[in-house]
């Protein structure tokens, strides 16, 4: 007499997919780690080649560009990375901490929110383009006056902001000045001396 086959329980199944997932984790864990970091880079180059480069006009602190980047390209990584003007720092980079701000079209923005493709045509000025060669601005000159800057990382981007604040006609009183620069922020805490600085060029009359 025949013996009947026996049946698969759920657990069976649920038991061998435990395995096989086991045996996985375990192989790769085994795998030597440039080996990962390799294939992670390969796969970056085979994502950046998916996306097709577009031509791109700017002019940057004067200078007219025509470029070719990626669409998934930030203002702020072109402006660094392509053109080489690092006076504007990559803090956060998502947009928290002010110091990547620049100028587009005379208003403020901050560039690692900003794709560089959306600005084609448009005039963008960074710190590096404040001064007249070796004449600083009046926004630079009051903050070394008033120490408006410690460890300094910040200050470009504090700078630029507080040039629009001024321009936007935002620099009333000290309250106002703090609400409409609130967007940047100073990890050493420099933001009487930087509020002094505004309001001394607002005070002097100071075209910025």
């Known amino acids: 007499m025949n013996a009947e086959p026996e049946l698969e329980s759920p657990h069976d199944d649920s038991r061998r997919t435990f395995l096989k997932q086991s045996s996985v984790l375990t192989a790769m864990a085994l795998v030597p780690s440039p080996?990962?970091?390799?294939?992670?880079?390969?796969?970056?180059?085979?994502?950046?080649?998916?996306?097709?480069?577009?031509?791109?006009?700017?002019?940057?602190?004067?200078?007219?560009?025509?470029?070719?980047?990626?669409?998934?390209?930030t203002l702020l990584d072109l402006l660094r990375e392509q053109l080489h003007l690092t006076g504007t720092k990559k803090g956060c980079d998502y947009g928290q901490c002010g110091a990547c701000t620049v100028h587009v079209d005379g208003q403020r923005v901050n560039s690692c929110l900003s794709f560089a493709?959306?600005?084609?045509?448009?005039?963008?000025?960074?710190?590096?383009?404040?001064?007249?060669?070796?004449?600083?601005?009046?926004?630079?000159?009051?903050?070394?006056?008033?120490?408006?800057?410690?460890?300094?990382?910040?200050?470009?981007?504090?700078?630029?902001s507080a040039v629009a604040c001024v321009?936007?006609?935002?620099?009333?009183?000290?309250?106002?000045?703090?609400?409409?620069?609130?967007?940047?922020?100073?990890?050493?805490?420099?933001?009487?001396?930087?509020?002094?600085?505004?309001?001394?060029?607002k005070q002097g009359g100071q075209k910025v």
């Open 35 to 73: 080996v990962v970091t390799a294939a992670a880079a390969e796969l970056d180059e085979k994502v950046a080649a998916a996306f097709e480069k577009v031509p791109l006009s700017l002019k940057v602190n004067g200078t007219k560009h025509k470029l070719k980047v990626e669409p998934r390209t």
């Open 117 to 160: 493709v959306m600005h084609d045509g448009q005039e963008i000025t960074t710190i590096e383009g404040l001064a007249k060669g070796d004449e600083l601005h009046p926004m630079q000159e009051a903050f070394v006056k008033h120490d408006g800057f410690q460890c300094g990382y910040c200050t470009p981007g504090q700078i630029m």
């Open 167 to 201: 321009r936007e006609g935002h620099a009333g009183s000290e309250g106002e000045i703090r609400e409409y620069m609130s967007g940047n922020i100073c990890r050493c805490g420099a933001y009487s001396n930087i509020v002094a600085a505004i309001q001394d060029v």
